[in-house]
């Protein structure tokens, strides 16, 4: 039988053809189709299930979903099995340093100051940050839920 194929392999595609960059430079032009991890910022495209491992495309209030990002999941093949097992397993490592960070900073407000208490706070908010390191695996979903903790936790 047929097997089915998926991920970029070569595929660009643009919703423009005709606009296609013919020199180094000129990508920034493109009406690309695909996510550019230099040029682009995922969260505008890509929305994460903080639970499941899921990914779709990003959904403005009205409604209207992110064409680049629908374009991306498909041709990245961002919802195969092994990818959404891996960001899984991510964001349980994640949620528990975020578990870690929360615990420390509501015992230090309970007792107050206590060197060893913030140094340890100090690693877990540290640890919290390098999930979000952009050669980090799945780093735009990791910014998706350490963010907030973030401006939650240091004001």
Do not use: C, W
């Amino acid at each position: 039988g047929r097997r089915l194929v998926s991920g970029k392999a070569n595929q660009f595609p643009l919703s423009n053809e005709a606009k296609r960059a013919r020199a180094p430079g000129d990508e920034r032009k493109e009406p690309r189709l695909l996510l550019h991890p230099a040029l682009d910022d995922p969260a505008r495209h890509l929305a994460f299930d903080a639970e499941e491992g899921m990914i779709r495309p990003f959904a403005s209030a009205s409604g209207r979903k992110s064409r680049r990002g629908a374009v991306s999941i498909d041709v990245y093949a961002l919802l195969r099995d092994g990818l959404v097992r891996a960001r899984k397993a991510r964001q349980k490592l994640i949620r528990k340093e975020i578990a870690v960070a929360r615990g420390l900073a509501q015992t230090l407000d309970e007792i107050g100051p206590n060197a060893r208490l913030e140094q340890m706070l100090v690693e877990s908010l540290s640890m919290l940050r390098d999930y979000m390191a952009d050669d980090a695996p799945y780093a735009g979903m990791a910014r998706h839920m350490i963010r907030p903790v973030l401006e939650e936790l240091t004001g």
